[in-house]
């Protein structure tokens, strides 16, 4: 694969909506053009009859039993601490 040109690194980072200095542009173009290197020589592997890794543990489906847990306080004791309540509970901001 050739190295990316000044133009395709433009035109990915207009794609991106990124501004980019020359010398990011110069340096983006450089270790694009590795990566894209890289994944040439993935491509060319021969991997027939290898099965798929979709997750390397082992594990299905772990879970732990829902159970409550006491910590030595109560809400009220909790509640205490806050700045703001209501209706037993905290009252905080409106976030959107």
């Given at each position: 694969?050739s190295?990316?040109?000044?133009?395709?690194v433009?035109?990915?980072?207009?794609?991106s909506?990124?501004?980019l200095s020359?010398a990011?542009?110069?340096?983006?173009?450089?270790?694009?053009?590795?990566i894209?290197n890289?994944v040439?020589?993935?491509n060319?592997?021969d991997?027939?009859?290898?099965?798929?890794?979709?997750?390397?543990?082992?594990?299905?489906?772990?879970?732990r039993?829902?159970?409550?847990?006491?910590?030595?306080?109560?809400s009220?004791?909790?509640?205490?601490?806050?700045?703001?309540t209501?209706e037993?509970?905290?009252k905080?901001?409106?976030v959107?």
């Amino acid at each position: 694969m050739s190295k990316l040109s000044r133009e395709d690194v433009l035109k990915l980072a207009r794609l991106s909506r990124l501004r980019l200095s020359d010398a990011e542009v110069d340096k983006f173009s450089d270790e694009l053009s590795e990566i894209l290197n890289y994944v040439e020589k993935l491509n060319s592997v021969d991997v027939t009859g290898l099965k798929p890794t979709y997750q390397v543990t082992g594990l299905k489906n772990v879970m732990r039993p829902d159970e409550p847990k006491d910590y030595g306080y109560t809400s009220e004791e909790l509640l205490a601490n806050a700045p703001s309540t209501e209706e037993h509970q905290f009252k905080v901001k409106r976030v959107l």
